[in-house]
């Protein structure tokens, strides 16, 4: 049986949103929300891997589980890794999903998409993607595209590469990546384990280090964007999302 656990790493430097994990979303820090959409995916164990007392403090008001991890990392699977090792010595856990500390209306159904994608045999890394339907998203190097090859299973890519730039070119739909990954325990291993590669380094994208090693990252089609949030506009677009939610 396949063990999983669910990672939220979270800092609180932001150049363009300052202490964004604290950030108030109807009356709840957003880093909570973020443990409350991860546990509600009902996978097992959710942790957050901060670099502050006070997101711990947060988090554990609100119910959750939460630790805190090195400042220095250089990159958020270096935290959870780190993280992963002190709450699962024993190597309890096989799967092991990071979600990005600043996805505070993710879709439950969205994290569990992803880990499902490690079923299959012979995948190491599965991540999200969602068919670009903004014309200037294609051109936007903000919104990284992967370039896949079709599986036969509907809605499912095998990566063959990440890019801030347009492509693939010609006819036909381009991916827009969403940044949440499940991960076969060893490969999070493998992968924090390598330097960082040279494709990585010039189109700074981490998930190019595993390709280049050679690993496999399979890709679910989803529907739509989950809203990050990185600047105060996206803030108040989480608030009014939050706002017109059931249960809000």
Known sequence: ????LIIIPARMASTRLPNKPLADIE????????????HAAAMGRVVVAADAEEICAAVRAAGGEALMTRPDHASGSDRIFEALNRVDPDAEADVVVNVQGDLPTI??????????????KGVHIATLAAEITDPEERTNPNVVKVVGTPLAEPNR????????????????PLYHHIGLYAYRRTALERFVALPPSSLEKRERLEQLRALEDGMRIDVAVVDTVPLGVDTPADLERARQLVGKAPGA
């Open 27 to 38: 009356g709840m820090p957003m880093i909570a929300r973020i443990w409350r959409q991860a």
């Open 1 to 4: 049986m396949t063990r999983t």
């Open 107 to 120: 879709d439950p159904a969205l994290i569990r998409a992803c880990a499902a994608l490690l079923d299959t």
């Open 157 to 172: 890519l095998r990566a063959l590469y990440f890019t801030r730039a347009t492509a693939p070119h010609g006819d036909g």
